[in-house]
């Protein structure tokens, strides 16, 4: 053999070698990455890549609820609109992340802000009752509002009663993100919309000329961050506090998203 074609031939085997460590490392590396999110956390894996790897590996793994509180601590310090400012408490939700039946209000009132709860004020003792005669227990279901925050009157006296006001536009569209988020980590098989606000920003404002009247008692299929989901509105608890007639109707339209879970 010539000096060339030696040089060649060796040249080719190292080519080898090399692809063949290389895939080497890179198996070894997947591995690592794997026992890293069995608890064994000594690996010392700190490149970036590894690292994005690893948040979309571990964001697999986690369950709803690991997701949902990721969620809440991106957000809890949330100052994209006013609201932020003057809230006391960032109002995320409360329940089950592994329900079948998700809630979703308009906004926190004073009571919420105060407790950083939803629907833990006069409307929310209403809700509970409501969904206790249809026999479903509140802590078995998943409760949250379209805004996350408590949209006063006057921003500047979140210790004043009666401060209450709705969101604007603006705020619901700031906000969305996160709810969206939230759907998508339960994924309930119905979203029950309290009240007009909620429904309509459910319903994409596409049934803005029907009234909550019309449109209460009847299942919508609505894509939510593309995906389709049961989404059933009826009253708002508030609403039916100021007019008791009306607890007919969320009882039925109750009724009815049970006959959609079974
Ligand atoms: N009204 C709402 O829409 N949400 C609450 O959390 C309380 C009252």
């Known amino acids: 053999m010539c000096d060339k074609t030696k040089e060649r031939s060796n040249k080719n085997k190292m080519d080898e070698l090399r692809k063949s460590l290389c895939n080497e490392l890179r198996n070894l590396r997947a591995w690592l990455e794997v026992l890293q999110y069995t608890r064994i956390d000594f690996l010392p894996l700190s490149s970036q890549s590894s690292n994005t790897a690893n948040t979309a590996f571990k964001k697999q793994h986690m369950t709803k609820s690991e997701k949902l509180k990721l969620l809440y601590e991106k957000y809890k ?12 408490n960032f109002v995320f939700g409360a329940g089950s992340p592994n329900t079948k039946l998700m809630f979703i209000g308009e906004a926190p009132g004073y009571e919420e802000d105060h407790q950083g709860v939803p629907f833990v004020g006069r409307a929310g003792k209403l809700l509970t009752e ?6 479903i227990p509140r802590e078995k279901v998943y409760i949250t509002n379209v805004v996350k925050c408590h949209p006063m009157i006057d921003p500047g006296n979140p210790e004043k009663t009666g401060n209450d006001r709705q969101p604007t536009a603006e705020e619901i569209n700031k906000c969305l993100p996160i709810l969206v988020e939230q759907i998508k980590i339960i994924r309930p098989v119905v979203v029950c919309t309290l009240g007009t606000v909620a429904t309509y920003t459910l319903l994409k404002n596409m049934q803005y000329s029907l009234s909550l009247a019309e449109l209460r008692g009847k299942k919508y299929v609505v894509e939510i961050g593309d995906e389709k989901f049961q989404v059933v509105p009826t009253y708002h608890p508030a609403a039916v506090l100021r007019n008791m ?12 998203i049970l006959t959609l879970l079974k």
């Open 130 to 135: 409501v969904l206790s005669e249809v026999k």
């Open 245 to 256: 007639s009306l607890k007919t109707y969320m009882f039925r339209d109750l009724k009815f």
């Open 77 to 88: 310090d949330c100052r994209a609109c006013r609201l932020g400012h003057s809230r006391l």
